[in-house]
C-alpha cells in the first residue's frame, strides 16, 4: 500500500510539474546537425522525463516533432510527445546565431577527449551543452566554444552516444540543482 502512495505522491507531483516549474533551472542543450531519429527519440525521453530540459536545434537538426520520433516515443508509451515538447525547443541556422542570441551564456562544447570532467564542472544556470551529430562537433564549431568537456571513458570505449550524452548530463546537473529532492 505504502508503494502505491508513493506512486500516486509521483505522479501528483508530474501533474503539477507541468502546470508550473519548480524553482530549478533548465540544463540547455545544443545539438548541432542530429539526424538520426533514434537518437532524437532518446534525447526526447530525457527532455520529457525530467520536464527541465531545453533544446536548441542547430542546423540540420531534425525537429522533435518528425514522424519517426514521434513514432518511437509513443512506442514508449509517451502519448502526446508533441505537447510536451511545447516551449522546450529553439531552432537556429547556425552556432553564430545561438551565440549572438544567448550572449550571456557560456556554449560549452563535447569532445571525445582533452575536455573537462563534466562532473567536477563547475556548472551554471545558463551554460549551454553544445553537442554535435553523427561525427561530433567541427573543428570550426569547437573554436567557437568557450570551453569544453569530456565524459569520462575506459580507453577501451571510443565515444559515447548522443543520447547517452544528454541523459548522464542532465541528470547529473538535475541532481546538483537539487530537482529530486523535491521527489522525497
Known sequence: MERLNQLTNLEELFQNSKNQSFEVPCV?????????????????????STGHVHVDLVGQTLDFEHPKVVS???????????????????????????????NQARLIGTIVEGGSNPFLYNWQNNDIIVIGGANGLSKQDIEK????????????????????????????????????????
Open 28 to 48: 540547455n542543450f545544443a545539438l548541432v546537425h542530429l539526424t538520426k531519429t533514434f537518437d532524437l527519440a532518446m534525447i526526447g525521453q530525457t527532455v520529457i
Open 72 to 102: 518511437k516515443l509513443k512506442s514508449w508509451n509517451i502519448e502526446d510527445p508533441i505537447k510536451l515538447f511545447e516551449n522546450k525547443t529553439t531552432r537556429y541556422d547556425t552556432i553564430d546565431e545561438l551565440k549572438k542570441k544567448n
Open 145 to 184: 566554444m568557450d570551453s569544453t568537456i569530456t565524459i569520462p571513458m575506459i580507453p577501451e570505449v571510443k565515444f559515447l552516444t548522443v543520447s547517452t550524452v544528454v541523459a548522464s548530463l542532465t541528470y547529473h546537473i538535475l541532481t546538483n540543482r537539487g530537482l529530486w529532492n523535491k521527489f522525497k
